[in-house]
C-alpha cells in the first residue's frame, strides 16, 4: 500500500473523524471548535467553527476558559451533536457542552450550530 502525503492544515489535538455525503469532517481542541474538511483524509482545508465566540455560559461555569476542548462528535436521527469539554489547563473544575446542527456542511442553509448548554 502506498502512503499518500497529508497536506494542508494537518496539525490537530483531541482529533475527531467523521464522514458524511462523502466528505471528512475533522473536529479538534481549540478557540471556538475549529472543524476542517477533506475528500481523501490527506488534503485538509479549514471549513468553518461551530461558535463565533463560547458560549457564555463556559466562562460563567469555568472561570478562565478559553478553549474548548476534546469534542466528540455523533450523529442522532436528523441531527449531528458535538459534545466538547470546558476547562482550564491544571484545574479540578470541567463540564460537558453540547452543540447541535442539521447538517456539517457550512455551505447549507440547514447548516448552523445551537449551543445546548
Request: glycine share 8%; charged share 20%; with cysteine.
Amino acid at each position: 500500500m502506498a502512503l499518500l502525503p497529508v497536506t494542508g492544515a494537518v496539525w490537530a489535538h483531541d482529533p475527531v473523524i467523521v464522514k458524511d455525503h462523502g466528505v471528512y469532517f475533522r473536529f479538534q481542541t481549540g478557540d471556538l471548535l475549529t472543524f476542517f474538511t477533506s475528500a481523501d483524509l490527506c488534503s485538509w482545508k479549514k471549513a468553518g467553527t461551530v461558535f463565533t465566540e463560547n458560549p457564555a455560559w463556559c466562562t460563567e461555569k469555568i472561570p478562565g476558559c478559553t478553549s474548548l476542548w476534546a469534542p466528540e462528535v455523533k450523529r442522532r436521527g436528523n441531527t449531528w451533536r458535538v459534545y466538547y469539554s470546558v476547562s482550564t489547563l491544571g484545574s479540578c473544575r470541567s463540564a460537558i457542552g453540547l452543540a447541535e446542527s442539521e447538517t456539517l456542511d457550512p455551505s447549507s442553509p440547514e447548516y448552523g450550530w445551537k449551543d445546548r448548554g
